[in-house]
C-alpha cells in the first residue's frame, strides 16, 4: 500500500542517515535483509490505513463479531430444514459380527454311572474316562442384517418440518437486523471519535488562549495595571482547560478503543466532516408514516414473530406425544458358523409397526402446558418488542428535527460568542471587564463549538438510526454521509499510490 511503501522509504532515508560513510542506496543488495526486517515491523505496527466511513464499514463487515455470529446463526438454522425432510425418509442401517469362539466340554460322573452308585474302582475309571473325553471346540461366528423403517405416520415429524420454516426466517432476520445494526454502529462509533477529537482541538485551542491570557495578566501585574486576583483567576482558568485537556485526551482514545471493538483494528487519521452540508428533515414528514412502516417491515419484530410461531407449533409437536405412530419396516440378514454340526440361516421379515402410547406418567400433559407458557412468553416478548420499535422510530425521528434545531442555535451561538469574546477581550484592555468575565465568555464559545459539533454528529446517526428501525437502511445511506466527508489531512499528505504500467 502506499502509505507502508512511503513509511518504508522514509525510514530507509533514515537508516542511510545513520551512517554518512557508507554510500549504500535503497536499492542496495546489502540492505535486503534490513528492509525485509523493517517491512515486517512496519506492517505489524501501523494501524488499519481506513480513512473514510464506507472503507470502515467495510471493515466492520469483515471482522465484527457480533454481525459474524447472527451470520453463523443463520447457517446454523438453514441446515433444520435438511434434518426435518430427513426424518420423513426411509431409514437403512447395516449390522454386522464376526466372533471367534470356543468351547471346552468333558463328560462327568453321572454320565458315566448313570443312576446307580458307583464304587471307587469305578470312580477311578471314571476320572481317567473324564479325562480322556474332554474337547475343546473352537470356531467362527458371524452374522449380518439390514434393516429398514420408513415412517408413514409421524405427527410430531411434520410440526418440526414445519418449525424449521419459521426458525430458517427468524434466524435470517435477525441476520439482517445485525448488518444495519453493524452500520449504526460503525457511523456512532466514527462519529464519535470525530466529537472527541474535536473536543481535543477545542480543548488545545482553549488552553491556548488561557495560556496567553495568563501571560498578559502576569506581565500587566507586573507594572501594577491589575490586581492579584486577576493573575490567580487566569491561573485557575488555566488550570481548568490544562485539566480538560487531559480529559480530553482520553476520551480520544477511549473512541478509538470503541471503534477498534467492531472492525478489530486501530485506525489512523480519519475524514472529517464537511464544514457545511444540508440538514433535512426526514421524508416523509408524517411520524406516524414511519410508525406504519416500522411495524410493517421491522426486522426485529419479523424475528420476533417468527419465534411466536416456533412456540405456537411447539404446543403441537408436544401434544403429538399421545398421538400413534405407524412405520412400515423391514428385515433380512444371515448367520453362520463353522462348528461340527453348526447351523446357517437366513431371515427376512416386512410389515407395518403401530405404535400407540397409553401411559407416559404425565409427562406429555406436563411438556404441553410447559409449550403453552412457552407460547405466552414469545407473545409478550413480541409485544414488548413492538412498544420498543415504536418507541425507538419516535425517538429518532424528533431527534432529527432537534439536532437541526439545535445545530441551528449553536452555529448563531458560535458567531455570538465570538463577537462577546471580542468585546470582552477590549473591555479587559481598558479596565471595564474583568478577568473572570474574559474566561467565562471564552469557555462559552468554545462550549458553543462542542455543542454545535455534537448537534451535527447526532443528526447524522439519527438518521442513520431512524432507518434501522424502519428495516430501510442501504449502504446507499453510508455512502450518502460518506459524501459530506472532507479527505483528511493526513492523507492529503501521503503519496499516491503508483499506478500500475
Known amino acids: 500500500m502506499a502509505t507502508s511503501a512511503w513509511l518504508i522509504n522514509e525510514a530507509g532515508a533514515i537508516a542511510l542517515q545513520s551512517d554518512p560513510d557508507t554510500p549504500y542506496r535503497w536499492s542496495d543488495p546489502r540492505l535486503m535483509t534490513y528492509r525485509f526486517l523493517l517491512l515486517a515491523a512496519v506492517l505489524a505496527t501501523h494501524p488499519a490505513t481506513a480513512d473514510d466511513l464506507l472503507a470502515i464499514y467495510d471493515l466492520a463487515l469483515q471482522h465484527d463479531p457480533v454481525s459474524r455470529q447472527a451470520a453463523a446463526n443463520r447457517d446454523s438454522a438453514l441446515q433444520t430444514r435438511p434434518q426435518g425432510i430427513a426424518r420423513l425418509l426411509p431409514q437403512v442401517a447395516v ?12 463328560l462327568s460322573n453321572v454320565q458315566l ?3 446307580q452308585s458307583c464304587d471307587d474302582r469305578t470312580l477311578s475309571l471314571t476320572g481317567q474316562a473324564a479325562i480322556a473325553g474332554a474337547r475343546r471346540a ?7 442384517s439390514m434393516t429398514l423403517q420408513q415412517p408413514v405416520y409421524h405427527h410430531e415429524y411434520w410440526v418440526q418440518l414445519s418449525q424449521s420454516d419459521n426458525q430458517i426466517a427468524r434466524a435470517q432476520a435477525n441476520y439482517e437486523a445485525s448488518v444495519q445494526d453493524l452500520a449504526v454502529r460503525t457511523a456512532t462509533a466514527y462519529f464519535n471519535l470525530l466529537y472527541a477529537e474535536d473536543s481535543l482541538d477545542f480543548s488545545n485551542a482553549q488552553l491556548k488562549g488561557v495560556e496567553r491570557q495568563l501571560e498578559q495578566a502576569k506581565a500587566r501585574f507586573d507594572v501594577g495595571l491589575i490586581a492579584i486576583t486577576d493573575v490567580n483567576e487566569a491561573q485557575a482558568g488555566y488550570d481548568q482547560a490544562r485539566a480538560s485537556v487531559l480529559k480530553s485526551e482520553n476520551d480520544v482514545d477511549n473512541a478509538r478503543e470503541a471503534l477498534r471493538e467492531i472492525i478489530g483494528s486501530y485506525v489512523g487519521d480519519i475524514d472529517p466532516l464537511n464544514q457545511e452540508f444540508a440538514l433535512k428533515p426526514p421524508q416523509p414528514g408524517n411520524i406516524e408514516d414511519w410508525s406504519d412502516r416500522a411495524a410493517e417491515q421491522n426486522l426485529s419484530i419479523i424475528a420476533a414473530l417468527n419465534q411466536q410461531e416456533v412456540a405456537k407449533k411447539n404446543i403441537e409437536l408436544q ?12 428385515a433380512i440378514g444371515f448367520s453362520d458358523n463353522n462348528r461340527p454340526n453348526g447351523v446357517s440361516a437366513e431371515s427376512g421379515v416386512i410389515g407395518m409397526q403401530v405404535n400407540v402410547p397409553l401411559l407416559q406418567g404425565g409427562g406429555v400433559n406436563a411438556r404441553v402446558t410447559q409449550a403453552r407458557h412457552d407460547l405466552e412468553a414469545a407473545q409478550e416478548a413480541l409485544e414488548g418488542q413492538r412498544r420498543l420499535v415504536q418507541k425507538q422510530i419516535k425517538v429518532a425521528y424528533r431527534g432529527i428535527h432537534s439536532n437541526i434545531s439545535q445545530a441551528e442555535a449553536y452555529k448563531a451561538a458560535v458567531t455570538s460568542s465570538e463577537s462577546a469574546l471580542e468585546a470582552t477581550e477590549a473591555g479587559f484592555e481598558v479596565g471595564t471587564r474583568t478577568m473572570v468575565e474574559v474566561l467565562t465568555t471564552q469557555t462559552n464559545l468554545y462550549n458553543a463549538k462542542r455543542n454545535y459539533a455534537k448537534a451535527r454528529y447526532d443528526y447524522i446517526t439519527s438518521s442513520l438510526t431512524l432507518k434501522q428501525v424502519a428495516s430501510t437502511l442501504q449502504r446507499e445511506d453510508l455512502e450518502l454521509v460518506n459524501g459530506w466527508l472532507t479527505r483528511s489531512a493526513a492523507a492529503k499528505s501521503r503519496p499516491a499510490e503508483p499506478k500500475e504500467n
Open 113 to 115: 454311572c448313570g443312576r
Open 319 to 330: 401434544f403429538a406425544g399421545h398421538l400413534p405412530t405407524v412405520d412400515i419396516v423391514g
Open 95 to 106: 449390522t454386522g459380527r464376526m466372533n471367534r469362539d470356543w468351547v471346552y466340554s468333558r
Open 138 to 144: 473352537e470356531f467362527w461366528d458371524s452374522s449380518a
